[in-house]
């Protein structure tokens, strides 16, 4: 039997010869999600299916002379967290190109790291640091210079992405890009430019981001073998949180099929350790109809496996009906686009295919409900298919009653853990207090799923959007909502699992911990239900399960996850600085930490006390002295 420390357990006699469970994890303080059961200390599995969950009376009869045995060693598990609303397809291939910021705690160290990567960026190589950070986070509260990635990277490109705000390049990078004084401005972007005409290095989404991503997309990209080891490891990467599914919401250039081949070519392999539900996005302004009528009579929601399958269409049905994120610009003033909007809803309604739609302002939200109710009148709405808002900040109450009148749901993502401050800025306090209502969306009964709409714009660490569901604060420390929008530990749980679970019609096999369930689940480094809170972004994965395969160990379970080849290239930011710049929780830091030192020294005169009073101390010239004769 392969097994960590487990004392007190030995191997049972499963009544069916070769049936045994291939893991059983036990000695933890399992949160099921289950009402019915909500407590366990033990999960068996056998076929990457949950066979027993329960003490270990329920799991020794299912223990078999190959069944690994894991101790848990007291920790916190959980079931697998599922980001409802995370790139995770463009994420993977371009992981290993970038340079991720997300963490870092100052502009100092990020600005380090920047010099770091650019002598180890061979020429021809961008550094490209793209989203996951804020300037709110830094301790300087501010961004990076150009003058500073001038200093930092004189002759290699660099391209910094801010939120979906804005971007930096230095003068290597402006070259690289092509970008000069007879460079016009696009369309809802603006090239920033000093007294002489030439581009200063700063891009600003005015309000729209195309200006953005059609700069990034001039840097070199990976041939197909490194997308496919970049995206193995970024999904490892999520698995270090406790990711184990994630809805992937397309996006703006990642084209069907091409930029799928490689998480297809993982499924087929058998090298997925995170399950994926995707969206297919029309890519070219004025064909999407076009291309929503190939995939419809194509593909079907829910066709692939419980690895890989399809969940529908979206973010974007129409280029025309989309709102922006950028909450320094105004509001976007959309143009008329009811009519081809309707064309493409009743498209997808009339085959059975479920979609998602990207809308930040409760303007949009209505104008699309008016869109539904239309299509309501002719007994398409609601129609069994499943669809839903993404984003939805500002949605109103009345809009949260007609959602619900249709039979919609609702993904809310934690982008004003990086953006607060500018949305206060632009819309006041109140509003943010109420971006999104959250408590809202729950009272009317509405799914609602939880994400963080990383990689480019939120950080892909769902401890971080769990820390604002929970305690509604910014990165850099503002409370933006107030205790009535804000949720338990256990509602930000099930919006990151359960929630997830139903928007891909999964519930039944996902988001809890029972029998007949996926095997999905995550050991934790610190007890999320009764840590400190401000210590909720600081929790990571000791354990990670997915489909009954250990997919990620650490510390005392280090070596049970299989290993990855090397990070290639051997340039790669990644192989140099991992992932995730993880920093100490509060509670080890500071005022914590004083204070801890304070309760040992009031344990050590407690004991000093007890040894006195039974005599075991001697007294001496100099006070009580130890009665060890090594000592006197």
């Not at 994630?246 to 392999?269: H, K, R």
């Not at 064909?287 to 692939?304: H, I, K, N, S």
């Not at 500002?394 to 004003?416: E, M, P, Y």
């Not at 519930?507 to 401000?534: H, I, N, P």
């Amino acid at each position: 039997m392969s097994s960590m420390p487990v004392a007190g357990i030995r191997a049972g006699h499963p009544g069916e010869a070769g049936r045994a469970a291939d893991l059983v994890v036990r000695n933890a303080k399992v949160y099921t999600g289950d009402p019915s059961h909500p407590r366990a200390s033990a999960v068996a599995i056998r076929d990457g299916l949950i066979i027993a969950v329960g003490d270990d009376a329920d799991v020794i009869p299912q223990i078999g002379p190959r069944t690994r045995v894991v101790d848990a060693l007291g920790r916190r598990a959980v079931p697998g967290l599922n980001d409802s609303h995370l790139h995770v397809v463009r994420g993977g291939l371009n992981y290993v190109l970038e340079l991720r910021w997300d963490g870092v705690p100052t502009l100092r160290q990020a600005l380090a790291m920047l010099r770091t990567q650019a002598e180890r960026t061979p020429p021809g190589q961008w550094v490209r640091v793209v989203g996951g950070w804020s300037a709110d986070q830094f301790a300087e509260r501010r961004l990076p210079t150009v003058a500073e990635l001038n200093a930092a990277a004189p002759d290699t490109p660099v391209f910094v992405l801010h939120l979906y705000q804005s971007a930096l390049m230095n003068r290597a990078a402006l070259r690289a890009a092509g970008f000069d004084r007879d460079t016009p401005d696009p369309v809802g972007g603006q090239i920033v430019r000093g007294h002489d005409g030439q581009p200063t290095g700063l891009l600003l989404a005015a309000p729209g981001a195309l200006l953005l991503y059609s700069t990034l997309a001039k840097a070199p990209t990976l041939d197909e073998a490194e997308k496919a080891a970049s995206t193995r490891h970024f999904l490892r990467e999520l698995n270090r949180f406790g990711l184990t599914s994630a809805i992937d919401a397309a996006g703006g250039f990642q084209s069907f099929p091409e930029n799928y081949g490689t998480v297809m070519q993982l499924a087929q392999n058998g090298e997925l350790t995170l399950r994926i539900a995707y969206h297919l996005f029309p890519q070219t302004a004025g064909q999407e109809l076009d291309d929503l009528a190939r995939w419809v009579a194509t593909v079907r929601p829910g066709d692939g496996d419980e690895w890989l399958r399809l969940n529908g269409a979206g973010e974007n049905l129409t280029w025309a009906a989309a709102d922006f994120e950028n909450f320094t610009e105004p509001r976007p003033e959309l143009g008329p686009y009811e009519a081809g909007f309707e064309q493409a809803v009743r498209l997808l309604m009339e085959h059975g295919w479920g979609f998602r739609l990207h809308a930040s302002y409760d303007e949009t939200i209505r104008r699309d409900l008016a869109v539904f109710e239309r299509l309501a009148a002719e007994g398409l709405f609601p129609g069994g298919n499943r669809w839903l808002f993404d984003h939805a900040e500002t949605v109103s109450s009345a809009s949260l009653d007609r959602i619900a009148a249709l039979g919609g749901a609702v993904s809310v993502q934690n982008r004003l853990s990086f953006q607060g401050e500018a949305f206060v800025r632009r819309y006041g306090a109140a509003a943010a207090a109420e971006a999104p209502p959250v408590r809202a969306m729950l009272e009317r009964g509405l799914t609602v799923g939880a994400g963080t709409d990383a990689t480019r714009v939120s950080s892909y660490n769902p401890w971080v959007a769990l820390h604002w569901l929970v305690s509604g604060r910014a990165v850099g420390g503002r409370t933006l909502r107030p205790a009535a929008n804000r949720l338990s530990r256990e509602e930000a749980l099930e919006l990151y699992t359960l929630g997830g679970a139903r928007l891909t019609g999964e519930q039944e096999v996902k988001g809890r911990l029972r029998v007949g369930c996926y095997a999905d689940f995550a050991v934790l480094s610190a007890d999320y239900l009764t840590v400190d809170e401000a210590d909720i972004p600081h929790i990571e994965s000791v354990l990670t399960v997915v489909g009954g395969r250990i997919v990620h160990s650490v510390q005392e379970h280090e070596g049970l996850a299989p290993e990855l080849p090397a990070v290639v290239p051997l340039w790669s930011p990644v192989a140099r600085f991992g992932g995730y710049q993880a920093t100490p929780a509060p509670s080890l830091t500071g005022v914590r930490q004083a204070a801890q030192v304070a309760e040992a020294a009031a344990a050590s005169d407690e004991q000093r006390e007890w040894r006195q009073a039974r005599g075991l101390l001697v007294p001496g010239p100099g006070g009580p002295a130890l009665d060890d004769p090594c000592f006197l």
